[in-house]
């Protein structure tokens, strides 16, 4: 399946054409093979969108979200660096569909 509208930074246009194919596609042009870890945060991140209508603003906003969330363990930049290298909440928002972060580089 082809990847839907997507901007000049790799965002979607519209977020209602995301679903879990184009996150792996997406996922894939980043050399990133989705695992259950992946997963968990991509549904984090998507309810964090449904419930806020915005995208954790900034990484240390988006690694608290994970930390409320999920635990100390799983919330901490070097754990999500791991799972989504560069800036974490930029790639991570990329491949869950939602909207470029707006205090991310």
Not at 74 to 79: E, R
């Given at each position: 399946m082809p990847v839907p509208q997507r901007n000049n930074e790799g965002f979607l246009e519209n977020a209602d054409e995301w679903s879990p194919s184009v996150a792996i596609n997406i996922a894939a042009e980043s050399e990133i093979l989705l695992t259950g870890k992946h997963w968990e945060i991509i549904e984090l991140l998507r309810q964090f969108y449904k419930q806020y209508e915005i995208s954790p603003p900034s990484n240390r906003l988006f690694v608290k979200a994970v930390k409320e969330q999920l635990g100390e363990i799983?919330?901490?930049?070097?754990?999500l660096m791991q799972l989504f290298p560069g800036t974490p909440a930029k790639t991570a928002c990329r491949?869950?569909?939602l909207p470029r972060p707006t205090n991310c580089l």
């Open positions: 799983k919330g901490n930049s070097i754990y491949i869950a569909g």
